[in-house]
């Protein structure tokens, strides 16, 4: 994953609520009392449910609609839990390009809104996120070939060989027997899920910013899409109880 170093600067993260008593717009999270923060995540959300419902079979909105409600979304701060913030990362991967540049920002595990000192996730996370999409793939070959046709199978085999090629630990020759292959990768899911929950409970770096490069101005949302792909599969299954996620997506300077 890329994070926000070297020759793109840092998006500027503000939160929303009342402002500082020095008159500053607020670096961190207002608390539950403050009523105009309640009132601005409320429409947020309001927001995001209208993006998914444009987005969605590319049905419902034109595309000013879009624009303008994909507008209202960016360069704010959303704190709200992992379900009502889902909507809004299909909305942005349904429509495409024109809506995956800059800056993707995501917190939680009990971050308080602290937006100073961030740094580079550890190393062993990111490396655990990678298997559990590579078994989450492996996994989904294996039941295309556990039902393939005739017609199907071969392809479905190739892809499966491919998958296993990228996942240490399980046989090789388990592409021949589908069924006890989805066994063991469900296996490994489990006791990998059960590790990354407690890395992510013990996170001292409790936000990212997934960022594009020079040469490339949607890495950032690729990026964010492929942590999203392997945590929304786990989140559900974990035992902690986490609180509201901290989400932006923030537009590159012209």
Sequence with gaps: MRFAKGFISNPKLEFGGLPDPDGKPKKTAPDSEDQLWVDQQEMLAGHRRNLWDLARDNKGGSDDEIKETYMMIANKMHVASWDSLLPAFDALEKLGAEYQ??????GGWHHQGDLTKITSPPIDLLKGLDDVRALLRTFFWAERVFKAKPDTLSNAQAELRKCLAAVPGLPADLWQEPYMLMIETDKKLKVLRRVLEHKFLFLQQRLFIFS??????????EDFYQFVFAYRNMVSQFGSKFSDYYWGVYLPKK
Excluded: Q
Excluded at 101 to 106: H, I, N
Excluded at 212 to 221: F, I, K, N, R
């Design 101 to 106: 540049r800059g800056f993707v920002v995501l």
């Design 212 to 221: 594009p490069t020079e040469a490339d101005p949607l890495a950032g949302h």
